[in-house]
Nanobody
C-alpha cells in the first residue's frame, strides 16, 4: 500500500504562485510514476504533470511552461511549483502514483486532494 498526503493549496491572486507538496509513504520503492492531477468544478480530472523515477517529465500542453514538477532526493516527496496562476487553474489538485506493474490507465493510488483557488 501507498499513502499520499497533499499540502500547499490555498487562495492566491491571479499572477501569484503556489507550491504544492505530496508526501508519499508505504511501498515507495515500487513507484514508477508520480503525478499531479486536477479537477475543476463540472470538468473531468486531468493530468497536469508527471515525473518518472528516471526523471522524465510530462506537462499538460495548455500550461505554457508555468508549472514545474520535481521530487526531493528520496523521491518520497513530489512538488508542483505553480507560477503566474490564472483563475482557470482553480481546481482540486490531487497527487497520484503508479507502480511498475501498473496499467497506467489511472493512478494506482490517490491523495485526498488540496484546493487551489485563484482570484481574478
Amino acid at each position: 500500500q501507498v499513502q499520499l498526503v497533499e499540502s500547499g493549496g490555498g487562495l492566491v491572486q491571479s499572477g501569484g504562485s503556489l507550491r504544492l507538496s505530496c508526501a508519499i509513504s508505504g511501498r515507495t520503492f515500487d513507484i514508477y510514476l508520480r503525478g499531479w492531477y486536477r479537477q475543476a468544478p463540472g470538468k473531468e480530472r486531468e493530468l497536469v504533470a508527471s515525473i518518472t523515477t528516471d526523471d522524465r517529465r510530462t506537462y499538460l500542453d495548455s500550461l505554457g511552461g508555468r508549472f514545474t514538477i520535481s521530487t526531493d532526493n528520496t523521491k518520497d516527496t513530489v512538488y508542483l511549483q505553480m507560477n503566474n496562476l490564472r483563475p482557470e487553474d482553480t481546481a482540486i489538485y490531487y497527487c497520484g502514483v503508479n507502480s511498475y506493474g501498473s496499467t497506467f490507465r489511472n493512478p494506482d493510488y490517490w491523495g485526498q486532494g488540496t484546493q487551489v483557488t485563484v482570484s481574478p
